[in-house]
Structure formats: C-alpha cells, structure tokens
T-cell receptor, first 113, second 113 residues
Framework: GQSLEQPSEVTAVEGAIVQINCTYQ??????LSWYQQHDGGAPTFLSY????GLEETGRFSSFLSRSDSYGYLLLQELQMKDSASYFC??????????????FGKGTKLSVIP | ETGVTQTPRHLVMGMTNKKSLKCEQH?????MYWYKQSAKKPLELMFV???????ENNSVPSRFSPECPNSSHLFLHLHTLQPEDSALYLC????????????FGQGTRLTVV
C-alpha cells in the first residue's frame, strides 16, 4: 500500500521560513510533488522532484531524498497569503501500466503577523 | 483557473436521490480522476480513466458510478448515498504519460441529508 506522513498543522510568523516535511512508503516511486490548497479552493501544483536534491521556484523550494523516502517543502519570506493547506503526493506505478498520484493528509499552515 | 471545470459547485441531496457530478477539461489531457476529500483525511483516489478506459477503482462503493464518454468529460453518478458520503469531490486531469502535475477543478461540495 501507499502511505505518506506529514505534520497536521504548522504555525509561523510572517517573513519567517518554514519547512514542511513528508515521509512516504510506497510500492514503486517516480517522484514527489507538492500542492497548495486554500480554504474553499482547488489544490494547485507547486513543485515536483524526481531526483534527489533541492528544486527552487521563487520563495518555494522542494527537497527529495529517495534513499530516506523523505522530502520537504521550504517556504521563505512567508506572507499572509501563504496560509493554506500543503499536500505532498507520490507518483507511483498503479500496477496496470500507468501512474497514480497518492496524497498525504495535508499540513495546515497558519501565518501570523 | 486551472482549465478543469466542475459542476455543480454545491449539491445537497437526500439519500434516495440520484444526481450526477460533471467535470470538463480542454487541456488535451488523456487521464482524468475523481478524488474524495473529507475533513482530516487524505485526498482519496476513487477512479482513474486513461484514454476513456477505467484503470483504477480503489474499491469504491457501487453507489458511485463513473462515466467517461470522451477524454474531455467525466461524470460521477450518485445514487442512494449515505450521510458519510458528504465531502468535497474533486476532479483532476493530467497527461497520460506522467502524473508529475495534476490539474484540479474547484470541486463539488456534496451534502447528503
């Protein structure tokens, strides 16, 4: 089966840096991605890591260590609008020759002044 | 705007009703998905369609019945639902070749009374 673990809630101060961790156990692995979801909105794609290392996109960075089955999302220069839920997701084979995307439970980030 | 449109946005139905959720995408993607999002739980994959063929069921109860008439449209037919089926139902699409990035609709907030 597939399972992903991430903290349920994180609180951080505006302007600070926050790291959201994700560990996973999956049957097969192609990559780890991150999605952001504001209350009442749709999940939106943030990043994807297929190889070990750090990927940077503006204020957001994502890291992957395949040997540790671990990744994290790093948010810098936090803004109030970053308050949202963040989901890690694993792309893995579905056993039928295609791919599937399995999500963690999400981390609710609250940014405070 | 992600290019994936879901209707209706909100739906209240009785346990004896029959209703359908609709999803539409014009991104040229060949894979479409139904996810269920309940409070405090991960996004749960319900159905996957690749090239209009169902490839994943995930043991979803038969009171949920998907239909994919073409690569741009996906339906979820609902009948004799239970109150515990109340949730946000999200449709997503991705290129068949990879699920590095999924595009989600805004979801249908379903309440079963």
């Amino acid at each position: 089966g597939q399972s992903l673990e991430q903290p349920s809630e994180v609180t951080a101060v505006e302007g600070a840096i926050v790291q959201i961790n994700c560990t996973y156990q999956t049957s097969g692995f192609y990559g780890l991605s991150w999605y952001q979801q504001h209350d009442g909105g749709a999940p939106t794609f943030l990043s994807y890591n297929a190889l070990d290392g750090l990927e940077e996109t503006g204020r957001f960075s994502s890291f992957l260590s395949r040997s540790d089955s671990y990744g994290y999302l790093l948010l810098q220069e936090l803004q109030m609008k970053d308050s949202a839920s963040y989901f890690c997701a694993v792309t893995s084979p579905d056993g039928a020759g295609s791919y599937q995307l399995t999500f963690g439970k999400g981390t609710k980030l609250s940014v405070i002044p | 705007e992600t290019g994936v449109t879901q209707t209706p946005r909100h739906l209240v139905m009785g346990m004896t009703n029959k209703k359908s959720l609709k999803c539409e995408q014009h991104l040229g993607h060949n894979a479409m998905y139904w996810y269920k999002q309940s409070a405090k739980k991960p996004l749960e994959l319900m159905f996957v369609y690749n090239f209009k063929e169902q490839t994943e069921n995930n043991s979803v109860p038969s009171r949920f019945s998907p239909e994919c008439p073409n690569s741009s449209h996906l339906f979820l037919h609902l009948h004799t639902l239970q109150p515990e089926d109340s949730a946000l139902y999200l449709c997503a699409s991705s290129p068949r070749e990879t699920v590095t990035e999924a595009f989600f609709g805004q979801g249908t907030r379903l309440t079963v009374v």
